[in-house]
C-alpha cells in the first residue's frame, strides 16, 4: 500500500471540500473560481488541486474559513474536519486555529503581519507604525514573560 505524499493528501481533502461546497468540478472552472476567490495565479490554485504543493499559511487558513472546516484537518487531516467539533486536548494548533478563526478581523489582521504573513497593513485609523510599534511591545512582553518563567 503506497503512502501519499502530504500535498496530494491536501489536494484530495481540498477538492472534497470543494466538492461539498458546489465549486465548479475539475475541467468547468474549478481552477480559476479557487484563484480569484483566493487572489492567486490559475497556475498555484492548480498546484493546490493536483497535490503539487501547499496554500501559504494565510491562504490556508482564508480557505479553512471559506469552507467552514479547520486548518489543522485541511492541512494534515487531523483533528476534526469542522470547528466545534471536539478536539484532541494534547495538540495545540486545534486550539490556536479555533481562536484565530474567531478573533475579530482587526486581531486577524494583527496577527497575520506579527507572522510576517501580511508585508503591509491598512486598518482606518491606525498608521502602520503605530501596528508595529504595537507589535514590537506584544513581542517583548512575550520575551520577558518567556526569560522569566
Not at 485609523?125 to 506584544?138: A, D, H, I, K, N
Request: net charge neutral.
Amino acid at each position: 500500500m503506497a503512502v501519499k505524499a502530504p500535498a496530494e493528501a491536501f489536494s484530495e481533502r481540498l477538492n472534497l471540500v470543494l466538492d461539498e461546497s458546489g465549486v465548479p468540478p475539475k475541467g468547468s472552472g474549478r481552477q480559476l473560481a479557487i484563484a480569484k476567490r483566493f487572489d492567486v495565479s490559475q497556475k498555484g490554485a492548480r498546484r493546490w488541486l493536483e497535490g503539487e504543493s501547499f496554500p501559504e499559511m494565510h491562504r490556508a487558513i482564508a480557505i479553512a474559513g471559506a469552507y467552514d472546516v479547520c486548518v489543522e484537518w485541511l492541512l494534515t487531516g487531523s483533528g476534526p474536519k469542522h470547528p466545534g467539533a471536539p478536539t484532541d486536548p494534547d495538540n495545540p494548533l486545534s486550539d490556536v486555529a479555533r481562536r484565530y478563526k474567531s478573533a475579530a478581523v482587526e486581531t486577524q489582521v494583527l496577527v497575520e503581519v506579527a507572522l510576517g504573513m501580511r508585508p503591509t497593513v491598512t486598518l482606518p485609523g491606525t498608521s502602520l507604525t503605530t501596528l508595529r510599534q504595537l507589535l514590537e511591545g506584544v513581542r517583548n512582553v512575550i520575551a520577558n514573560h518567556t526569560a522569566t518563567a
